[in-house]
């Protein structure tokens, strides 16, 4: 090896990480100011979660809870989104809550973008997204363990006023919703473990049907209960965010809903894609130059 | 470029720069942020948890002339073993923080293991188990079959009861491999959830801020 090559090869392997950091900041960025197209392919928990929504009964209910924090925001709230836009797509009606008090402002943020984006299409009373009839806001309260037992029991017990200082009982959707047993499926939309005491408690204690979204960080470690039938599907970080994005903006054109929406999730996957491109280079290059360095050494 | 108008908006850019610098070095704006960050998150809670919580559980029922006595005395002991958390800061009697920590501890062990050991151990073995049903397609039946052997490798990997001789060699060695490829997969989750999460503030940079992109 000439020593040329090995200097850069020393050189590459004592780079100041901030050069690494600027190539990554110009690898995102660029790809959001000029995207290429990417359509994501939905993998199969995503489908699956979305195919269990689609055909849900009628008389069932989605619950939502927001389990997450401003810090992941920007991958988990495409989630919630993309979830309450399929659920009123198909007229389920819909029960948001919150086992953080972070979650409160995201979670309310989320139902005023798409309950805005339905009633500002709407043209009939039926068209409309109504609070207190077709989705309510539960809030929060605490702690976690009275919350997933109790809904079990009665919902207004848990939430007796909602986010918005209603008393819930007097909500005409709780008439429909009382526990677990009107919720077709509870998914959780979280940054941490608790999908895993919606498991322990909810689900062991009443039979309730889960699915989570999850930060990608998180994900390999809720796979098995994917596999176990556990969750019915899963939505893994902002791809999987982007994933369902798709499946839902292609049944809301099947409806007759061709709004042009923004899909944040899908909007981010050029710039994921290159960020991974670059990643994958430096681990190649860094390698490289370890193997080819030591070899020199020994 | 399309520059936002909202103060907010500026408020919430520079604060995201000023965590960002701290890639280029330490330095004060940094460290301004990150403590409002801190501040205003522990300000946020304790307001909720004030409003929602203690003032309508607590005071309102104390204070309503139709809550029974008996129940009044009961949420006053309660407010009082949860105030012992408080205790911690007073060296003399801090031991009393044991109490609201034991009952916390005491109800939560109770009520987690008897579901956790069903959720977590019984059901998950189910998942290994291999019927004929796993072999619905091929690909089922492949996979049901490699998650079974990984299963298997792995807790073995974790078997340090006896040597790993004869069969228990090959298979701990298997059990590595597995846990190497679960790794892998970890970190390539969390490259994609670090980038993602970067990727979030640059949108609303360039976009709620910069107007760079739509």
Known sequence: ?298 | MNLSTDPWVWIAAILTLAIFSFLYKENPFYRIAEHLYVGIANGYAITFYWHRILVPSLFDRVGAAATPVSTKIYLIAIAIIGALYFTRFIPRISWLVRIPIAIVLGYASGASIPRAIDAEIIRQLKATIITRASFASWQAGLWAVIILLGVIATISYFFFSTERRGALKPLSYAGIIFIMIGFGASFGYTVMARISLFIGRLQFLLGDWLGLIK
């Open chain 1, 1 to 298: 090896m000439s020593t040329e090559r090995e200097n850069i090869l020393i050189r590459l392997q004592k780079i100041d990480r901030r050069w690494i950091y600027l190539v990554l900041w110009l690898v995102v960025m660029f790809p959001l100011i000029f995207p290429f197209k990417i359509k994501p392919k939905p993998t199969p928990p995503v489908e699956q979660l979305f195919n269990y929504i689609d055909t849900m009964p009628e008389n069932k209910a989605l619950a939502i809870s927001v389990d997450f924090t401003p810090d992941t925001r920007a991958e988990l709230q495409p989630m919630v989104v993309a979830l309450l836009r399929h659920a009123f797509a198909i007229r389920r009606r819909v029960g948001i809550l919150a086992i953080s008090v972070y979650g409160l402002g995201l979670g309310e943020e989320a139902i005023q973008q798409v309950t805005g984006e339905f009633n500002a299409h709407a043209r009939t009373h039926e068209d409309s997204v109504i609070y207190g009839e077709d989705y309510v806001f539960w809030g929060w309260t605490t702690p976690i363990l009275t919350v997933m037992l109790g809904m079990g029991e009665r919902i207004t017990n848990v939430f007796p006023v909602d986010y918005y200082g209603n008393r819930t009982e007097s909500l005409p959707i709780m008439k429909e919703i009382k526990n677990y047993d009107d919720i077709g499926i509870l998914i959780t939309v979280a940054a941490s473990a608790i999908p895993r005491s919606w498991i322990n408690y909810a689900q062991v204690q009443f039979g309730v049907n889960l699915s989570c979204g999850i930060t990608a960080v998180s994900a390999a470690d809720f796979y098995p209960y994917v596999n176990s039938g556990q969750f019915i599907g899963m939505l893994a970080g902002m791809k999987g965010a982007a994933e369902y994005e798709q499946l839902v903006r292609q049944r809301m054109e099947k409806n007759g809903m061709e709004w042009a929406l923004r899909n944040r999730g899908t909007e981010a996957m050029s710039s994921q894609t290159a960020a991974h491109l670059a990643i994958m280079a430096f681990i190649v290059l860094g390698n490289i130059a370890y193997f080819a360095t030591r070899r020199k050494r020994k």
